[in-house]
């Protein structure tokens, strides 16, 4: 029951104007910080490259388009790249095309968290985010019908009341939070409401635990957490008609989005492939599951 909102920030200059740095929007989840991505002008001569810097150090994948007037670029216009955390690379040259007037450009990007091109080991088998011995009601599914399809295809939405434990599914190392949000509701921009803590993990794919309640983050940014650990508390903030916990793996994608991917799950009665509607699976730590 997530709903991701878009933020763009579009910013026009001209090729005599002085840019110390462009901060683009997080769109993938609800509050923007604007010290993930910051796309630099470069002038040599008469050309103007454009360069990109990471300034955290988790992965970020992010879409730039350019639009320009009496310029000409070096390559596509629009381009979606992964940055390495704290990389800083040239991504683009545009160049005056020898016309009267002075050349003017137009950006805009957007950002989220994750590599475009990861590949995930399909043959890990994930802890259920809740506590050990305990089992909740599938809400929604793979493929639901209600809000999962496309690209949250393979979320899965548990009944949980506000306050339950949430427990890590993988481990990795905590890349963003919000948990300042109190407000739930399913009109349009709801989502910019969730409370939530993505997780990065090794193979650049990322656990995302949404819907969080007011203050319901126990970890913090840059924290390592191992699977079963408990690390926030449910809620029902952001785009929800009711409390729960939405758990989802995801591969970054352009324009800001995020791709779910399948994964299974460990539970007392074996491993869950595809989560039913309706369907309780009881959760077992890792050590059980291989003795």
């Known amino acids: 029951m997530q709903t991701i909102k878009k933020q763009y920030q579009i910013v026009s200059l001209s090729v005599l104007a002085a840019l110390a740095a462009l901060l683009c929007q997080n769109t993938a989840h609800a509050a923007c910080a604007d010290d993930w991505l910051g796309v630099e002008e470069v002038r040599d001569g008469g050309n103007i490259g454009l360069r990109a810097t990471n300034l955290r150090e988790f992965p970020i994948t992010f879409t730039l388009r350019v639009r320009t007037r009496d310029l000409v670029a070096d390559g596509p216009r629009t381009i979606t790249e992964t940055l390495d955390g704290e990389q800083s690379r040239m991504i683009m040259t545009l160049r005056e095309d020898g016309g009267d007037r002075k ?150 994608a352009e324009w800001g989005n995020t791709q779910s991917i399948p994964i299974r799950f460990m539970s007392s009665a074996g491993i869950v492939h595809s989560p039913r509607r309706g369907g309780r699976y009881q959760a077992i730590s890792e050590q059980r599951a291989y003795n």
């Open 103 to 252: 050349g003017i450009y137009r950006i805009s990007c957007d950002w989220t968290i994750g590599d475009k091109d990861a590949l995930h080991d399909d043959e890990y088998l994930y802890q259920l985010p809740y506590e050990i011995g305990k089992s909740y009601r599938v809400l929604q599914g793979y493929g639901s019908r209600f809000s999962h399809r496309g690209l949250e295809q393979y979320a899965v939405d548990f009944n949980m009341t506000v306050g339950t434990p949430v427990h890590a599914a993988r481990g990795g190392v905590v890349a963003k939070i919000e948990e300042s949000n109190e407000k739930g509701c399913w009109d349009d921009g709801c989502g910019a409401f969730a409370n939530y803590i993505v997780v990065v993990h090794s193979d650049g794919t990322t656990g995302e635990y949404y819907h969080l309640q007011l203050g319901g983050a126990l970890v913090e940014v840059g924290d390592y957490i191992v699977p079963g650990q408990k690390i926030g508390s449910s809620g029902n903030t952001g785009h929800t008609t009711m409390p729960h916990l939405h758990f989802a793996v995801y591969r970054a």
